[in-house]
């Protein structure tokens, strides 16, 4: 009897499909050794030896569905920005992000088990590493964010390509006030919808370096607390949505504008590709010296 553990760490260390690590695995009884050896043999194997190169380059993408109600923004990884422009790619992150709008999966790791709904009989994962094996690049699926609403509307925003997505969910609001919202989450950058979403160690972290700054400044100990109390407006108006000055007239605050519209900003994502990810620097003819050395 094969285990699903046995499955998931020949998996691991090929970077085969789950059905391929099943298959080998019963029919050498079980035998790892013997079970990537075959894989060797029959050309599945050949994902792993690109699953340790750096993966920072690919897109952001978004889905939406026609009522609006349930939207999607996913970051797929890539190795180089040609192979985020290869049509095959860009099919490959469109399918992934509907997957996830229609089979709401909590998780990347609950995403790649389930079955894929382009390629039957499939996993997403076992699509993936097949992306891997034919495009020639190591990828992987980062991160998502997916909404779902029953009494709003949520909208999605890609900059630059695919840069950058950003989702947004509201209520009593159009498309017109959405996409506004949305560039304005791309474009400024907020962390955090309002003060209430900030964890309170940020701010009184934030506070103590307001008030050292304060301190340094030769200010005694009472004027430097009223300073902080002062200064933390802007600190809230650089990471918060609704306190930041909006784009379009930065003498409105995003908050005052949607309110004064009668909507509402329930929730946002924004992902910016290679974000966070160490990326890879290599010249032109360092690589080509690596693929003919072998």
Known sequence: MITASQVKELREKTGAGMMDCKKVL?????????????????????????????????????????????????????????????DEFKTFVADVAKQIAEKAPATVEELLAQESMVEAGKTVGDVLTSKIATIGENMSIRRFERFETENGMVATYIHGDGKIAVLVEMENADEVLAKDVCMQIAAARPEYLDRNSVPQERVEKEMEILKAQAMNEGKPAEI????????????????????????????????????AKGAKIVRFARLEKGEGLEKREENFAEEVAKQING
């Open 26 to 86: 019963t029919e050498t009884d079980g035998d790892e050794e013997k079970a990537i050896e075959l894989l060797r043999e029959r050309g599945l194997s050949k994902a792993a030896k690109k699953s340790g190169r750096i993966a920072a380059e690919g897109l952001a993408a978004a889905y939406i569905t026609d009522n609006k109600k349930v939207g999607v923004v996913v970051e797929v990884n890539a190795e180089t920005d040609f192979v985020a422009k290869n």
């Open 224 to 259: 430097a607390e009223k300073m902080v109390q002062g200064r933390i407006g802007k600190f809230y108006g650089e990471i918060c949505l609704v306190e930041q000055p909006f784009v379009k007239n930065p003498d409105e605050k995003v908050g005052k504008m949607v309110e």
